[in-house]
């Protein structure tokens, strides 16, 4: 989550109308949408997560817009709270963005939390011509539960988290292939 941090932590405000390897969003969007995941990943942590307005990226769109690097740590802070509660694991996560009334135990929600994180870390980092450096262990860690997310046709339907896998050539990183497997060209830029 540090690294999430420090990658909107280079955001300048001038950045926000930049595009990201998220097709559609804007560096605003997606920030506002990192936000409003860390909130409704906390609220679930904590019982709540079936409050609609925790998952709404609207509900934070003008403190983005004003404060971005502030709104979205001050987010992560909360989650990292959150997901430290004892039995959180155990815990039983309501996730609407996965269908209405989904629920998950907490080890594998924090697990989708987790690649979320990564992902989109490279993409505001990405955005802004930053580098986003994970340690080893932690791209170990995120590389099986990304292999795990099911590839297909229904990626490219309108509200598909993810987009078709891309095909790599030659060696790649495990970071690499986390981006490409889940519909990220690795060599993406703004411009």
């Known amino acids: 989550m540090v690294a999430s941090v420090d990658a909107v932590d280079a955001v300048k405000p001038d950045d926000l109308a930049k595009p990201t390897p998220c097709a ?6 997606l920030i506002a949408h990192m936000t409003v995941q860390n909130r409704g990943f906390a609220a679930a942590a904590r019982g709540r997560g079936g409050e609609a307005a925790v998952w709404d990226p609207a509900t934070v769109a003008e403190a983005v817009a004003a404060d971005p690097v502030a709104v979205y740590a001050a ?11 004892d039995g959180v694991l155990d815990a039983t996560f309501t996730l609407p963005d996965f269908g209405p009334a989904a ?16 992902v989109h870390g490279w993409d505001v980092a990405r955005a802004v011509g930053a580098t986003f450096d994970l340690p ?10 990304v292999l795990a997310v099911p590839d297909g046709e229904f990626r490219a339907a309108d509200g598909s988290p993810f987009q078709p896998a891309v095909t790599t050539n030659g060696e790649v990183s495990d970071m690499d292939r986390i981006l490409a497997h889940l519909g990220r060209s690795p060599a993406w830029t703004a411009y």
């Open 24 to 29: 559609g969003w804007s560096l605003a969007d």
């Open 75 to 85: 987010s992560a802070a909360d989650v990292l709270d959150a997901f430290a509660a």
């Open 103 to 118: 629920t998950f135990p907490g080890a594998i929600a924090i697990g989708f939390h987790f690649v979320d994180y990564v």
């Open 136 to 145: 080893d262990d932690v791209i170990a860690a995120v590389l099986p539960l």
